[in-house]
């Protein structure tokens, strides 16, 4: 099994999880599309399932193009408001690609539907946490909720120390870091209350500003369609 981050540019990660000659995308991003299908082409991997990690407000999915193309399952969890889904998910639910278990972690804070993806030494966590010093994803867009992603850290528990971090943002060339590392570098899990919690978010958000493709990128994911007009490119 091989787990890789393909995202030609951009700080929007897309893996890529190869078993033989068979794969699974997660995040893919649908300015990409045609990269994606180069890699695969070049590599001789057949496409079998793509998944979303939650509804993104950043950028529009490859997910619902990618599923119809190849007439492969587009997996979210069981509750998002997302169309174009054609397996959902729950706490209950493995299922096997490309001869990998995958299981699923209801994450909510970010979004109602983040979920969290578990595969052997993997897990793969969207927005709802990052690597190091960028600790998580913000929680005052569509369907946040500052209150759940602090109790929603307590899913992490179920994980050991060794698995790595496949987060859905990072800088260019980021080395994955395992959750131990993170229990001791992100500044996230080592505050102590959520009146912390609330500071360091209203701190981030001050930081970031404004989602620049936030009223193109949520239409087009939550109604499966690409717009005719995409301003970014």
Excluded at 38 to 59: F, G, I, K, P, Y
């Amino acid at each position: 099994m091989q787990v890789e981050d393909i995202r030609p540019s951009g700080w929007a990660c897309t893996y890529l999880v190869s078993n033989g000659n068979n794969a699974v995308l997660i995040d893919p991003v649908w300015d990409y599309i045609d990269h994606y299908h180069s890699l695969l082409e070049q590599r001789e991997l057949n496409l079998v399932a793509c998944m979303a990690t939650h509804t993104h407000a950043d950028h529009i999915t490859a997910c619902f193009s990618l599923s119809s193309l190849h007439n492969i399952p587009y997996v979210m969890w069981k509750d998002t408001a997302s169309l174009g889904i054609s397996q959902y998910v729950g706490e209950s639910t493995e299922l096997t690609y490309a001869g990998i278990e995958f299981s699923f972690h209801h994450a909510p804070g970010h979004t109602q539907d983040s979920m969290i993806i578990e595969i052997d030494g993997h897990v793969f966590t969207g927005d709802f946490l990052f690597n190091g010093e960028a600790g998580v994803g913000r929680d005052d867009l569509p369907s946040g909720r500052l209150e759940q992603h602090w109790s929603s850290l307590e899913i992490l528990n179920r994980f050991s120390d060794d698995v790595l971090i496949c987060s859905g943002h990072e800088p260019p060339n980021t080395k994955l870091r395992s959750l131990g590392w993170n229990r001791k570098n992100n500044p996230i899990l080592r505050l102590k209350s959520i009146e912390e919690f609330v500071e360091w978010q209203n701190q981030s958000v001050n930081k970031l500003g404004s989602v620049s493709k936030i009223k193109v990128a949520l239409p087009a994911n939550i109604f499966a369609e690409i717009p005719d007009d995409i301003p970014w490119l």
